[in-house]
Nanobody, 115 residues
Framework: QVQLVESGGGLVQPGGSLRLSCAAS????????MGWYRQAPGKQREWVAS???????IYAESVKGRFTISRDNAKKTVYLQMNSLKPEDTANYYC?????????WGQGTQVTVSS
Protein backbone atom coordinates (compact mmCIF):
# COMPACT_ATOMS: atom_id res chain seq x y z
CA GLN A 1 0.00 0.00 0.00
CA VAL A 2 1.29 3.43 -1.01
CA GLN A 3 0.34 6.58 0.86
CA LEU A 4 1.05 10.19 -0.06
CA VAL A 5 0.78 12.97 2.49
CA GLU A 6 0.89 16.61 1.44
CA SER A 7 1.77 19.52 3.71
CA GLY A 8 2.72 23.17 3.52
CA GLY A 9 -0.50 24.78 2.40
CA GLY A 10 -1.97 27.84 4.02
CA LEU A 11 -3.04 31.44 3.61
CA VAL A 12 -0.62 33.82 1.91
CA GLN A 13 -0.85 37.33 0.52
CA PRO A 14 -0.52 37.99 -3.20
CA GLY A 15 3.14 38.03 -4.15
CA GLY A 16 4.04 35.69 -1.32
CA SER A 17 5.55 32.23 -1.33
CA LEU A 18 4.74 28.77 -0.07
CA ARG A 19 6.51 25.43 -0.27
CA LEU A 20 4.43 22.30 -0.54
CA SER A 21 5.75 18.86 0.34
CA CYS A 22 4.46 15.41 -0.52
CA ALA A 23 5.95 12.47 1.31
CA ALA A 24 5.39 8.95 0.10
CA SER A 25 5.43 5.79 2.16
CA UNK A 26 4.81 2.14 1.50
CA UNK A 27 5.99 -0.29 -1.15
CA UNK A 28 7.78 2.02 -3.58
CA UNK A 29 10.42 0.48 -5.81
CA UNK A 30 10.39 2.49 -9.01
CA UNK A 31 8.90 5.94 -9.52
CA UNK A 32 8.00 6.89 -13.08
CA UNK A 33 6.98 10.45 -12.30
CA MET A 34 5.86 12.74 -9.52
CA GLY A 35 3.63 15.72 -9.99
CA TRP A 36 1.31 18.34 -8.63
CA TYR A 37 -2.26 19.13 -9.60
CA ARG A 38 -4.74 21.64 -8.25
CA GLN A 39 -8.47 22.08 -8.11
CA ALA A 40 -10.23 25.35 -7.45
CA PRO A 41 -13.86 25.48 -6.28
CA GLY A 42 -16.22 24.79 -9.16
CA LYS A 43 -13.40 23.90 -11.54
CA GLN A 44 -11.86 20.71 -12.84
CA ARG A 45 -8.59 19.44 -11.46
CA GLU A 46 -5.69 20.75 -13.54
CA TRP A 47 -2.11 19.69 -13.90
CA VAL A 48 0.52 22.07 -12.48
CA ALA A 49 3.96 20.48 -12.75
CA SER A 50 5.73 17.14 -13.05
CA UNK A 51 9.20 15.74 -12.56
CA UNK A 52 10.04 12.65 -14.54
CA UNK A 53 12.28 9.72 -13.62
CA UNK A 54 15.20 11.23 -15.55
CA UNK A 55 14.83 14.52 -13.69
CA UNK A 56 13.09 16.41 -16.47
CA UNK A 57 10.78 19.09 -15.09
CA ILE A 58 7.70 20.35 -16.93
CA TYR A 59 5.25 23.07 -15.97
CA ALA A 60 1.87 24.39 -16.93
CA GLU A 61 2.11 27.75 -18.68
CA SER A 62 0.18 29.44 -15.90
CA VAL A 63 2.91 28.69 -13.33
CA LYS A 64 6.06 28.64 -15.46
CA GLY A 65 8.69 30.93 -14.02
CA ARG A 66 6.94 31.14 -10.64
CA PHE A 67 6.75 27.54 -9.43
CA THR A 68 9.59 25.04 -9.09
CA ILE A 69 9.18 21.30 -8.65
CA SER A 70 11.92 19.23 -7.04
CA ARG A 71 12.36 15.89 -5.34
CA ASP A 72 14.39 14.09 -2.74
CA ASN A 73 14.63 10.46 -3.81
CA ALA A 74 16.05 9.29 -0.49
CA LYS A 75 13.10 10.80 1.36
CA LYS A 76 10.60 9.81 -1.36
CA THR A 77 9.37 13.37 -1.25
CA VAL A 78 8.39 15.83 -3.94
CA TYR A 79 8.25 19.57 -3.37
CA LEU A 80 6.56 22.51 -5.04
CA GLN A 81 8.10 25.90 -4.37
CA MET A 82 5.53 28.54 -5.24
CA ASN A 83 6.64 32.15 -5.60
CA SER A 84 4.87 35.31 -6.73
CA LEU A 85 1.56 33.76 -5.81
CA LYS A 86 -1.61 35.18 -7.30
CA PRO A 87 -5.24 34.98 -6.14
CA GLU A 88 -5.93 32.68 -9.09
CA ASP A 89 -3.49 30.16 -7.61
CA THR A 90 -6.00 29.54 -4.82
CA ALA A 91 -6.92 25.85 -4.90
CA ASN A 92 -6.56 22.53 -3.21
CA TYR A 93 -3.20 21.12 -4.31
CA TYR A 94 -2.73 17.40 -4.79
CA CYS A 95 0.40 15.38 -5.45
CA UNK A 96 0.40 12.38 -7.73
CA UNK A 97 2.96 9.62 -7.97
CA UNK A 98 3.08 7.23 -10.90
CA UNK A 99 4.70 3.91 -10.09
CA UNK A 100 4.99 0.71 -12.05
CA UNK A 101 2.11 -0.56 -9.91
CA UNK A 102 -0.20 2.36 -10.70
CA UNK A 103 -0.95 5.98 -9.90
CA UNK A 104 -1.45 7.28 -6.38
CA TRP A 105 -2.85 10.56 -5.06
CA GLY A 106 -2.51 12.46 -1.84
CA GLN A 107 -5.42 13.93 0.08
CA GLY A 108 -4.64 17.52 -0.86
CA THR A 109 -3.52 20.66 0.90
CA GLN A 110 -5.33 23.98 0.63
CA VAL A 111 -3.57 27.06 -0.69
CA THR A 112 -5.37 30.38 -0.36
CA VAL A 113 -3.90 33.55 -1.84
CA SER A 114 -5.70 36.60 -0.52
CA SER A 115 -5.05 39.98 0.99
Amino acid sequence: QVQLVESGGGLVQPGGSLRLSCAASGSIFSINSMGWYRQAPGKQREWVASILSDGTKIYAESVKGRFTISRDNAKKTVYLQMNSLKPEDTANYYCKMVLTTGAYWGQGTQVTVSS
